[in-house]
Each structure stands twice: as structure tokens, then as C-alpha cells.
């Protein structure tokens, strides 16, 4: 069955830092990949998806994401970050096609933002 | 437009009691989800619909049933809460099943007593 790790529970970082945000999935096929974010009282939103293709693959609000197959990794990066990307990041990853497609979340990444 | 809508906000239930929480969205998508949010657990989805008049069980189905009577609306229904079933919930929907991009209502937070 398809899983995904999400290490660390929280991270701090200061305004105008970089961040990078580790996500871990187990799942034998080429994974669908997938990033949202949870604002404060939010539902969430896609950031970004991998499918194919580039494996750096660009998001909105200038976050970026890298599939690395070997490590089996998709870790989300940002090079400067704003007071206002404070929030809660799920990795996802999907599986399967059509009506037997399945998208597993991660358990999250709460990120904080010292000015 | 507003996407997915869902009521209640928020409510405090006693247990035992029957409750519905409510989501419509205005997409016309094809598909639909209801997934609880628990810390520590990231979302686990307990129902969905691939299209109207269709539904099946996610992970947790147990304690909820759902109804797809037309493309917009997607209730869930807890027929006899339970404290297990405080949680946030979250009603999301795609265009199709398997289209992956899930767009997500702002959640209804319960808390059973």
C-alpha cells in the first residue's frame, strides 16, 4: 500500500529564509505527487503536482517542488519565505487512474515564520 | 463563485444524537469526498462519489453514511455520534475521480460529547 512520510511535525524558519520541507512516499509505481497547503482556519489548496515529466516542477506563491525516484523523495522548497506562508503543508501522493484512483495524505508539516 | 461551501461552521453534538453536516460546491464536478482531519493523522477519507447517484466507502467509513442525490450537494450524516468523531471535516471535490486535483471547503469542525 502507498504511503507517505512527512518527518518533520513543525518547523520554524525566519523571514526571507529559505525552507525546505521533506516529504517520503513508498508506492511501487511512478507516483502521482502532489503538495497543498492549509492556511489557518482554511480548507486546503494545491500548491503544486507532479504527474511526469521535469522533475522540478513549479507552484503558485513561488513554491517548487523536485521528485527524486531514488531517494523517493518530493521535497517542497521555497528560496525566500514571506510572514504569510505560515501554515500546515500535506504531501500527498496518488495512485491508480479513473474510478480507482486513490490520493494518500501525509500527517503534515506545520511551518512558522519569525519576523 | 464560491467553490465548496459547508455548513456547520462549527458545532458542539451530544452523543448519541443524529447529525448531517452539509456541502455544496458550484463547479459542477464530477466527484466528491468527505475526509476527517486529526492531529497527528493527516486526512483520511471516509466517503466519496464518482458521479451523482453513486457513493463508496474510503478509509474510515464506519459511523457515516452519504448521499448523492445531485451533482452539488454531498452531505454527510453521522447517524449516532460518537466522541471518536470529534474531528474537523472536510468536504472536497474534482472533476473527475482520478483528476487528482481536489478542491477543498473551509471544513466543519465537530466536537462530540
Known amino acids: 500500500a502507498q504511503s507517505v512520510t512527512q518527518p518533520d511535525i513543525h518547523i520554524t524558519v525566519s523571514e526571507g529564509a529559505s525552507l525546505e520541507l521533506r516529504c517520503n512516499y513508498s508506492y511501487g509505481a511512478t507516483p502521482y505527487l502532489f503538495w497543498y497547503v492549509q492556511s489557518p482556519g482554511q480548507g486546503l489548496q494545491l500548491l503544486l503536482k507532479?504527474?511526469?515529466?521535469?522533475?522540478l516542477v513549479q507552484g503558485i506563491k513561488g513554491f517548487e517542488a523536485e521528485f527524486k525516484r531514488s531517494q523517493s523523495s518530493f521535497n517542497l522548497r521555497k528560496p525566500s519565505v514571506h510572514w504569510s506562508d505560515a501554515a500546515e503543508y500535506f504531501c500527498?501522493?496518488?495512485?491508480?487512474?479513473?474510478?480507482?484512483?486513490?490520493?494518500?495524505f501525509g500527517t503534515g508539516t506545520r511551518l512558522q515564520v519569525t519576523l | 463563485i464560491a467553490g465548496i461551501t459547508q455548513a456547520p461552521t462549527s458545532q458542539i453534538l451530544a452523543a448519541g444524537r443524529r447529525m448531517t453536516l452539509r456541502c455544496t460546491q458550484d463547479?459542477?464536478?464530477?466527484?466528491m469526498y468527505w475526509y476527517r482531519q486529526d492531529l497527528g493523522l493527516g486526512l483520511r477519507l471516509i466517503h466519496y462519489?464518482?458521479?451523482?447517484?453513486?457513493?463508496g466507502k474510503g478509509e474510515v467509513p464506519d459511523g457515516y453514511s452519504v448521499s448523492r442525490a445531485n451533482t452539488d450537494d454531498f452531505p454527510l450524516t453521522l447517524a449516532s455520534a460518537v466522541p471518536s468523531q470529534t474531528s474537523v471535516y472536510f468536504c472536497?471535490?474534482?472533476?473527475?475521480?482520478?483528476?487528482?486535483?481536489?478542491?477543498f471547503g473551509p471544513g466543519t469542525r465537530l466536537t462530540v460529547l
Open positions: 462519489s464518482n458521479t451523482a447517484g453513486t457513493t
Open positions: 507532479y504527474f511526469s515529466g521535469d522533475t
Open positions: 472536497a471535490s474534482s472533476k473527475e475521480r482520478g483528476s487528482y486535483e481536489q478542491f
Open positions: 463547479m459542477r464536478h464530477n466527484a
Open positions: 500527498a501522493v496518488g495512485q491508480g487512474t479513473g474510478t480507482a484512483s486513490k490520493l494518500t
